[in-house]
């Protein structure tokens, strides 16, 4: 972390804008703390990504949020070309004021030089695929960038430097960590899967009313019967009996049984966090951008 971190303190000082990937479902918690540090006074290119899975008008407010703090934002779909042609534009606005001030100096116009970066899992490789679907090609070694970063030329008028070593998102409060492991960007094997189930649960009966009813064929008056028994129940799954019915109701749905009738909760979580992380549960965020 450290080394990728003095990486990039290092290739920042050769790029004129840096594209920075989030997660368009969770775009706090996916942003490494360090890059807003390191690549300040940069033009900055923020890539929503994954917005085929995130509420569409969520992704709205991020937009303007970021667009308000001075970014080019775009959200996309890393995995299709359709907006590539958007990143490239966004991209030259803004170099733009460098390129005019260059050309008011009798500077050669050249290439405008992009830094990318972004968590694991975020979609990096993707969008370089994409983005350099037909003009693949290393650019081969300049001075000064670090042994094994990689210049990919896009186009005649732009290249991009593709940092090596990792760089983690912050795990400074627990809610991150559950973004992180409910969108698959950290592995939730860490984490209690049940108790992850709950947060998602709780953040989704009270964000997105309704939702779970209808995914999983759940009647108002069962939601209400099993409310009423987890009342007077304690469990050792905690204290969130909302949500713990739900997951029972689900999980008797979906066949999650054990021996007895019981229901399986270890399963119907992995089921109810699947669901959501795949997109099956529909178009969900898990911050919102106020
Ligand atoms: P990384 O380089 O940042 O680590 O991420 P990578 O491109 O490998 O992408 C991670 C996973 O996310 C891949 O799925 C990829 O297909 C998927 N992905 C990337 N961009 C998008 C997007 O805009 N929308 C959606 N829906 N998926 C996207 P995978 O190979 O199946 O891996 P996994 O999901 O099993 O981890």
Not at 21 to 49: C, V, Y
Request: proline share 2%.
């Amino acid at each position: 972390m450290a080394k990728a971190r003095r990486a990039m303190e290092r290739d920042v000082k050769l790029v004129d804008v840096v594209i920075e990937l989030l997660d368009a479902r969770a775009p706090l918690s996916t942003e490494n703390p360090d890059i807003r540090r390191i690549t300040k006074g940069k033009k900055r290119l923020i890539l929503l990504n994954k917005s085929d899975l995130a509420d569409k008008g969520v992704t709205s407010a991020w937009i303007k949020r970021f667009k308000a703090e001075g970014c080019e934002v775009v959200a996309l779909d890393a995995r299709s070309n359709s907006s590539m042609g958007l990143v490239k534009e966004a991209i030259g606005r803004l170099a733009e004021e460098k390129r005019a001030r260059d050309r008011e100096k009798g500077i050669k116009e050249r290439a405008v030089r992009a830094l990318i970066c972004g968590i694991p899992n975020v979609g990096k490789s993707t969008f370089i695929n994409s983005l350099c679907k037909r003009a693949s090609a290393k650019t081969g070694d300049k001075p000064g960038v670090t042994k094994g970063t990689q210049w990919l030329k896009v186009s005649a008028e732009f290249e991009l430097l593709d940092t090596p070593g990792v760089l983690w998102p912050k795990f400074d409060d627990e809610r991150t960590g559950t973004n992180l492991a409910l969108i698959g960007a950290v592995n939730e094997e860490i984490l209690n899967k049940e108790e992850l189930c709950i947060e998602l649960l709780d953040y989704l009966i009270k964000n997105y009313p309704g939702l779970l009813d209808e995914r999983y064929v759940l009647s108002e008056t069962e939601i209400h019967e099993k409310l009423a028994e987890y009342e007077t129940k304690v469990t050792a799954l905690g204290v969130n009996k909302r949500a713990l019915a739900y997951m029972e109701l689900t999980a008797k749905k979906r066949g999650c049984i054990k021996k007895g009738a019981e229901a399986d909760f270890e399963r119907a979580a992995k089921l109810i966090t699947d669901d959501f992380k795949t997109g099956r549960m529909g178009r969900i965020s898990l911050e919102k951008a106020e």
